[in-house]
C-alpha cells in the first residue's frame, strides 16, 4: 500500500513535463516549426532548480508559502484520481468533492500570492482567474456528477471500476454529454487556447502567466511543476472516468499492472494530441466572451443529468 | 414494438445529440454556424428515421429518411446560403436575450417539456426521451423566432419547430404513413421557399432584414 502510494507520486511528478513538453511538439508540428524537443521541459525545470529567487519587498509570507502549498494540494488531489489502478492507495479519505476542493485551494493560494507581491499585473491574473474558477466549478462538478448518479458513489476509483466492468454499455448519452462539457472544462482548467494562452506573455491575454509573473527560480519552478502536475491529473480524470478499459482493478498481478500502466500513458497521449488539435484550430477567445463557451459546458452537464433522469425513469 | 427500437442505445444517442445540435444553434453568433448546425440536426433525424424503418421493416419509411437525408440536410442548408450570400446580409445574428441567457432558457425548456411529458402516463419509460426531446425542440424553436432579430433566424426557428414535430411523430406512430410525410416535405419546401422570397421583398423594401425594422411605416 505504501509503494502504492510512493510510486503513484513519483509516476505523476515523473511524467508531468514529458505531456507538455509532447504538446508543445505537436503543436509546434501543426505549425510548421521544428519547436522544442519533448524533454525541454525536464531541463527548464532544473535550470530554474539551480537558481535563486528574486522576491519584491513587499512580498509577505504568503508570497512564499503559496507555491508549496498550491503544488502540495495538487498532489493529494493526484492520489485521489485513479491513475493506472482504481484501488487507490488514499481512496478512503476522499472523493470526487475533495478532489475539486484541492484544486480551488491551490489555485485560491496562487491567486493570493498573486495579489501579494503588488504587481498590477498580478492583480489583473489574479481577477481574470478568480472570474473563471467561478464558471468552471459548478459545471466541473455537474458533470462529474452525472456520471456518479450513474455508477451511485462519488468514490473516483469505484467510478472506474464500475464504468470498466459495464464494457461498451457505458456509451450512453449522459456519459457522452457529459464527456464533452468536461473535455471544454479541461480547456480552461490547464489554461489552453480558447480560454488562456500558456505560450505567451502578452498583458491582454495572459490569465495564469500574469499570476506567476513575480515568481522566479526555485519557486517559478515548483509553480510550473505544479501547473504540469495538474495538468496531467485533469487528462487522467478525463480518461479513467469516461474510458477506463484497461485499468488495472484491485490485486491485479504484475504483468496487468504494467499493461495498465502503457494503457494509461496511451490515454493520456491521446488526449493531450487531440487538446493541442483544438489548440490549433482556435482561436483565443475575448475574455468577456468566455461566459458563453462555459455556459455551454454548463448545460451540457445539466443535459446530461436531465436525460440520466428521462432514460432512469427519476 | 417502439420499446425495442427505442430502448436502444444507438437511438438514445441519437436524440441526445439532436438536443447537442439544437443547443450549438442556441449558442452560435454566425449565421452560417447556425444553418451548419440545422444540417447537422436534419442529418441526425434521419439517421433516426432510418433506424426506425431498419427495424420495422417498413419500405416507406426508408423513402422518408431519404427524404430527410436530401431535403432538409443538404437542399434546406443551401438555400439558406444562397439568401445570405444574395442579400450580402452581415454575418452576424442578432439577438434581443444575450447567448448565455437563452442557452440557460433552452435548458430550463428542455426540463419543463420533460416534466410536460411525464404527466402523460400513455407512453412507455423509453420512449419518453424521443418524446420530451421533441417537445423541447419545438418549445426552443419558438424561442429562436421570439428572441432573434433577423429575419433569416425566424425562418430557422419554425424548421426546428418542424423537425421537433417529425421526430414526436416519428416516434410514437412508427411513421406515418406515406401520402402524409411527403405532403409535410411539400409544405417545409414550398414555405422555405416563399419565405426566402419574403426576406428578398423585405430586404428591398428595409434594405434590412431586422425584423425590428419592420414597424416603421415606409411611404
Known amino acids: 500500500m505504501i509503494i502504492q502510494l510512493i510510486f503513484q507520486i513519483f509516476l505523476i511528478i515523473a511524467i508531468a513535463p514529458l505531456l507538455s513538453g509532447i504538446i508543445k511538439k505537436v503543436k509546434s508540428f501543426f505549425q510548421i516549426r521544428k519547436g522544442p524537443g519533448i524533454l525541454q521541459p525536464y531541463h527548464d525545470l532544473l535550470k530554474l532548480i539551480k537558481k535563486d529567487s528574486v522576491v519584491s519587498e513587499n512580498a509577505s509570507w504568503i508570497f512564499h508559502a503559496a507555491p508549496i502549498i498550491s503544488f502540495a494540494a495538487v498532489l493529494a488531489a493526484g492520489l485521489l484520481i485513479p491513475i493506472y489502478i482504481t484501488q487507490l492507495p488514499l481512496g478512503f479519505a476522499g472523493d470526487l468533492i475533495a478532489v475539486i476542493y484541492l484544486f480551488a485551494l491551490a489555485r485560491f493560494f496562487t491567486a493570493l500570492a498573486s495579489l501579494d507581491a503588488g504587481s498590477s499585473f498580478g492583480g489583473m491574473g489574479g481577477s481574470r482567474e478568480m472570474f473563471i474558477a467561478a464558471l468552471v466549478e459548478p459545471a466541473l462538478m455537474l458533470s462529474i456528477f452525472a456520471v456518479a448518479l450513474n455508477v451511485g458513489s462519488t468514490n473516483l476509483g469505484f467510478i472506474s471500476q464500475t464504468v470498466a466492468g459495464m464494457g461498451l454499455d457505458a456509451m450512453s448519452p449522459y456519459q457522452i454529454l457529459a464527456f464533452v462539457a468536461l473535455f471544454i472544462i479541461a480547456l480552461a482548467e490547464t489554461g489552453r487556447i480558447p480560454v488562456d494562452n500558456p505560450a505567451t506573455h502578452l498583458e491582454l491575454t495572459m490569465i495564469h502567466e500574469a499570476m506567476i509573473l513575480e515568481y522566479s527560480g526555485r519557486q517559478l519552478a515548483i509553480v510550473e511543476l505544479g501547473a504540469m502536475i495538474k495538468q496531467l491529473l485533469v487528462f487522467s480524470l478525463l480518461a479513467n472516468i469516461f474510458f477506463p478499459w484497461g485499468i488495472a482493478s484491485q490485486g491485479a498481478g504484475a504483468s496487468a499492472l504494467v499493461l495498465a500502466l502503457l494503457i494509461f500513458m496511451i490515454k493520456i497521449l491521446v488526449i493531450g494530441i487531440s487538446m493541442a488539435v483544438v489548440e490549433t484550430s482556435t482561436a483565443k477567445w475575448r475574455l468577456f466572451r468566455l461566459p458563453e463557451l462555459l455556459s455551454i459546458s454548463l448545460m451540457l452537464s445539466f443535459l446530461a443529468l436531465v436525460s440520466f433522469i428521462i432514460v432512469k425513469g427519476g | ?219
Open chain 2, 1 to 219: 414494438m417502439s420499446e425495442v427500437i427505442f430502448g436502444s442505445k444507438i437511438m438514445q444517442l441519437l436524440i441526445a445529440f439532436i438536443l447537442v445540435s439544437t443547443f450549438m444553434i442556441l449558442g452560435s453568433t454566425r449565421l452560417y454556424s447556425c444553418v451548419r448546425s440545422f444540417g447537422i440536426q436534419s442529418f441526425l433525424l434521419a439517421c433516426v428515421a432510418g433506424i426506425v424503418a431498419y427495424s420495422t421493416g417498413k419500405n416507406d419509411i426508408f423513402i422518408v429518411a431519404l427524404l430527410t437525408l436530401i431535403i432538409k440536410s443538404a437542399v434546406i442548408p443551401y438555400i439558406f446560403i444562397y439568401i445570405i450570400r444574395e442579400i450580402k446580409v452581415k454575418r452576424e445574428v442578432e439577438l434581443y436575450v444575450n447567448i448565455s441567457p437563452s442557452i440557460i432558457i433552452g435548458g430550463i425548456l428542455v426540463v419543463i417539456s420533460y416534466y410536460l411529458i411525464r404527466s402523460i402516463s400513455i407512453i412507455s419509460e423509453l420512449s419518453s426521451l424521443a418524446l420530451s426531446a421533441s417537445v423541447s425542440l419545438v418549445s426552443i424553436g419558438l424561442f429562436i423566432m421570439i428572441s432573434r432579430k433577423k429575419a433569416l433566424m425566424q425562418m430557422l426557428g419554425i424548421l426546428i419547430m418542424e423537425n421537433g414535430l417529425f421526430l414526436g411523430a416519428i416516434s410514437l406512430t412508427n411513421g406515418m404513413p406515406l401520402l402524409v410525410e411527403l405532403g409535410i416535405f411539400f409544405d417545409v419546401l414550398i414555405g422555405v421557399l416563399i419565405m426566402g422570397i419574403l426576406i428578398f421583398r423585405i430586404n428591398k423594401t428595409f434594405e434590412s432584414i431586422d425584423t425590428d425594422m419592420l414597424k416603421t411605416l415606409i411611404g
